[in-house]
């Protein structure tokens, strides 16, 4: 008798299913999954942000070297100093944008415009 009224409990529940797709309800293990997916799906695009930002920063800083020893002459002093600078940068962009080191308050740059001001009279 157990397992009848476990066949006919499951045959319901395939049914309710069945008539909810109809009406496209999701069911909650559906709306648990798609929301896991969601998450995942920001979590990498995230990720994908902070390392492009990152890797774009030393890029430049490269780039930058290269150039300033070419036109210069300093070579490798501009290389290794600009790209110790694109270094920084990068660190400073993903910090920034991960949020833990935020961009000065607007009431703060205001009071050194300010400053800037007065010093300049």
Request: glycine residues 10%; proline residues 2%.
């Given at each position: 008798?157990t397992?009848?009224?476990k066949?006919g409990?499951?045959?319901r529940?395939?049914?309710?299913?069945?008539?909810?797709?109809?009406?496209?309800?999701?069911?909650?293990?559906?709306?648990?999954?798609?929301?896991?997916v969601?998450q995942?799906?920001?979590?990498?695009?995230?990720a994908?942000?902070?390392?492009?930002?990152?890797?774009?920063?030393?890029?430049?800083?490269?780039?930058?070297?290269?150039?300033?020893?070419?036109?210069?002459?300093?070579?490798?002093?501009?290389?290794?100093?600009?790209?110790?600078?694109g270094?920084c940068?990068?660190?400073l962009?993903?910090?920034?944008?991960?949020?833990?080191?935020?961009?000065?308050?607007?009431?703060?740059?205001?009071?050194?415009?300010?400053?800037?001001?007065?010093?300049?009279?």
């Amino acid at each position: 008798m157990t397992e009848n009224r476990k066949e006919g409990l499951e045959e319901r529940r395939k049914r309710l299913g069945a008539e909810l797709a109809v009406r496209g309800v999701a069911t909650r293990g559906e709306e648990e999954a798609e929301e896991r997916v969601t998450q995942n799906r920001k979590g990498y695009a995230e990720a994908m942000k902070l390392s492009s930002e990152f890797i774009s920063a030393v890029v430049v800083g490269a780039i930058l070297g290269y150039l300033f020893d070419r036109f210069v002459g300093t070579a490798p002093w501009g290389m290794i100093v600009l790209l110790l600078l694109g270094f920084c940068a990068g660190v400073l962009n993903v910090l920034r944008t991960a949020g833990k080191v935020s961009s000065p308050h607007p009431a703060d740059r205001s009071t050194d415009a300010e400053d800037k001001r007065e010093a300049g009279r």
